[in-house]
């Protein structure tokens, strides 16, 4: 982080603004907004200030700046047109140690003045630390559309209510749930649509059956699919329950961007496996998870993937059907569609592939068994999941089941990461391209004529 966001309580407060012209205005409105007392000081205002200033909503001072005007304020924000005033405002005010702006230049300010969506008492600010005001407006101007005007009654409704939960709710954990349920659910909309009496009734039906001991101690386990790598391939379903669990068991595809979107608060256990080695044993996961979600807390198993694709989703749900503890599957972009996309090769098209197969590299005991027959089929994908360690023999051994030694391959390393990398070749070259390429895990490989495709799509791979 660049700046510390803060909140700034600057109601009665005395705060300083340097120049007259249209800057200096909207600067000037932000601050009596907050409820500050403002003084400005300049030679000449424009039509805006003296309109504020015969209101006697700002105190003006006609002249050039002094240190003098520094005196009893809180904060000081410089919005003239010439160098050598902002320089000198930021020089002093950082000799008192005080709060000072001075507007598109931050390498003289200690503080930034944010973009502001203002639904008060709920407020959002989106800043850039300076680097593009530009952007920041335009990420407010989006955030505007997703945040109703009504976000302020919600949150007033939460303020009434606020130490009622807490002495009906006095652990933080029951709190956080039930204001997650009211905050989401059928009281909300209530005050979106404005009937507030119904939803204050609700919130009190709500919280007496939240004191309930029984449901206080229900847990829940989330099969959350997290997708390939690339965090803008989450659903808002997932994104969702990654806010609302109180712990997370994570696998080693697991990016660390996606895993920053889980809930900061929330308890981080690492599980993944890699080829001959396991941080947990599967069995031990499926017992973490009953055990957790019995003591009830909200745990997600957070999965590259899709859970249900070679994810062992179905041995984990197995084990909590069995324990009777309750769960959601939620679906993930699985490797072999979104990094086949990102690679820019369809997985399927008229004129080269009616079906795709999806395999993985290796089976429970480490072996390559596979139904050869049954892939070598014309104008089918193979995709072949988890297939670094046995490339070579994978290549040879579809070779002599009769898969042409020329069949198009390419291996997709690390997938819709930054890190992407996409090696192309046949069955015979493909082994020996990647010994030299000191490939890394994970990786998928596609066999097929689309391969053939990717140049001709070539562009699409930069367009992401």
């Known amino acids: 982080m660049d700046f510390l966001p803060v909140s700034l309580d600057i109601k009665a407060q005395s705060c300083l603004v340097v120049g007259g012209g249209e800057i200096a205005a909207r600067k000037v409105g932000m601050l009596l907004r907050a409820g500050a007392q403002v003084k400005v000081v300049s030679p000449t205002l424009n039509e805006t200030l003296s309109e504020l200033n015969a209101a006697g909503k700002i105190q003006h001072q006609s002249a050039e700046f002094q240190e003098s005007d520094l005196q009893g304020m809180m904060l000081v924000i410089a919005a003239t047109d010439n160098a050598v005033i902002n320089q000198q405002v930021s020089d002093l005010a950082r000799r008192r140690t005080m709060l000072v702006n001075v507007v598109d230049q931050p390498m003289l300010c200690n503080f930034i003045l944010p973009s502001i969506i203002d639904r008060s008492p709920v407020m959002v600010a989106v800043s850039t630390g300076g680097a593009s005001p530009v952007l920041a407006r335009l990420l407010r101007a989006r955030l505007e559309t997703l945040i109703p005007a009504s976000y302020g009654r919600l949150a007033d409704l939460g303020a009434r209510f606020r130490e009622l939960v807490k002495q009906r709710l006095p652990n933080t954990t029951q709190r956080r749930r039930f204001w997650e349920q009211i905050l989401q659910g059928p009281v909300a909309e209530m005050v979106y649509a404005g009937r507030d009496d119904e939803a204050n009734t609700a919130l009190q039906s709500a919280l007496q059956e939240a004191a309930n001991p029984q449901i206080l101690s229900q847990g829940e386990v989330y099969l959350v699919g997290a997708g390939p790598g690339d965090p803008d391939l989450l659903t808002f379903r997932a994104l969702r329950l990654m806010q609302q669990a109180d712990v997370v068991l994570y696998d080693r595809l697991v990016t660390p961007e996606i895993l920053d979107l889980v809930r900061r608060e929330a308890e981080r256990i690492y599980v993944g496996k890699k080829r001959a080695f396991h941080a947990v044993r599967q069995e031990e996961i499926n ?127 690390q997938g819709t990461t930054p890190q992407q990398r996409v090696l192309v070749g046949t069955l015979a070259s493909l082994p020996g391209i990647v010994a030299t390429a000191e490939v890394r895990a994970p990786t998928l490989l596609i066999i097929g004529d689309v391969v053939k495709l990717r140049d001709k799509l070539a562009w699409f791979e930069g367009q992401r």
């Open 287 to 413: 017992q973490l998870l009953v055990r957790l979600a019995k003591e009830g807390k909200r745990v997600l198993r957070l999965k590259g993937g899709d859970p249900f694709i070679f994810g062992r989703g179905g041995e984990e749900i197995e084990t909590l059907a069995e324990e009777g503890v309750r769960f959601q599957v939620v679906p993930g972009i699985t490797a072999a569609a979104g990094c086949a996309s990102y690679a820019g090769i369809p997985l399927t098209h008229r004129d080269y592939s009616q079906s795709v197969v999806f395999l993985t590299g290796h089976l429970k005991d480490g072996s390559v068994n596979l139904d050869w027959t049954h892939i070598i089929q014309p104008k089918q994908t193979v995709v072949i999941y988890m297939g670094l360690a046995g490339l070579d023999q994978l290549c040879s051994e579809l070779i002599s089941h009769g898969m042409p030694s020329t069949q198009a391959v390419a291996l997709v390393e």
